[in-house]
């Protein structure tokens, strides 16, 4: 699959309470794809988040799965101007406690998303 990250946007938003809703969107011309591998749009599997507070980081204690290279059924493809979300709970994978939490989509090289600018979450 060609590397489209330039043509697709990533933005994170709290969803309530411990989860978190990721969008990609196209914002080129063109049509552009992604892998859903390393994202939220097939669960997590990896330490796809980089969750923090007072600058210090969570660790990961979720699932690190390890799979056969990706196939075209693993992608998906956006029009120009398409969005997709996908909403995920952090804290089967994060032991997130009360207070406030910045958090940042962790992009990679499988995926072929950017990483998203950090958003804060308010847990009570």
């Excluded at 980081?57 to 799979?67: C, I, N, S, T, V």
Aim: hydrophobic share 35%.
């Amino acid at each position: 699959m060609p590397d489209h990250a330039a043509q697709l946007h990533v933005s994170l938003a709290p969803a309530g309470g411990t989860s978190i809703t990721m969008t990609v969107r196209n914002v080129s011309d063109a049509e552009a794809s992604f892998c859903r591998y390393h994202t939220p749009f097939e669960g997590v599997r990896n330490h796809i988040f980089v969750v923090t507070r007072d600058g210090s980081e969570l660790d990961y204690g979720g699932k690190m799965a390890k799979r056969a290279a990706p196939g075209p059924e693993d992608h998906t493809t956006l029009q120009p101007g398409q969005s997709v979300d996908a909403t995920v709970d952090l804290v089967p994978h994060w032991p997130l406690t009360r207070g406030t939490w910045t958090v940042r989509y962790r992009g990679t090289s499988i995926s072929g998303l950017d990483d998203s600018e950090p958003v804060e979450i308010e847990v009570s």
